[in-house]
């Protein structure tokens, strides 16, 4: 079983920036596809950023150019860098780790962007 624990959220004034970190337990982390979705109240959850086995990267339109994924196989740990943030950020952040046959989810942490 993995456990995937994320950090980093919090509140922060718009502009801002934040950086999510999400620690992977288990020893598939590098094999896995990797990535940050994210739900706001009331909305269904969207994928934010990921981040492929092989590097490739895949964005969101709306982060485009002020978020940053990704990941260190050696400590199994994704990064999320966050700069500019706009209140229409703020929603529950989780962690994705998907590979054949499987996938899981960390709990979520909050992020806060106050106008």
């Known amino acids: 079983q993995v456990q995937l624990v994320e950090s980093g959220g919090g509140l922060v004034q718009a502009g801002g920036s934040l950086r999510l970190s999400c620690a992977a337990s288990?020893?598939?982390?590098?094999?896995?596809?990797v990535g940050w979705y994210r739900q706001a109240p009331g909305k269904q959850r969207e994928l934010v950023a990921k981040?492929?086995?092989?590097?490739?990267?895949n964005y969101a339109d709306s982060v485009k150019g002020r978020f940053t994924i990704s990941r260190d196989n050696a400590k199994r740990t994704v990064y999320l860098q966050m700069n500019s943030l706009k209140p229409e950020d703020t929603a529950v952040y989780y962690c994705?780790?998907?590979?054949?046959?499987?996938?899981?989810w960390g709990q979520g942490t909050q992020v806060t962007v106050s106008s």
């Open positions: 994705n780790l998907l590979g054949i046959g499987y996938e899981y």
């Open positions: 288990g020893s598939i982390f590098s094999i896995s596809h």
């Open positions: 981040i492929t086995r092989g590097g490739n990267l």
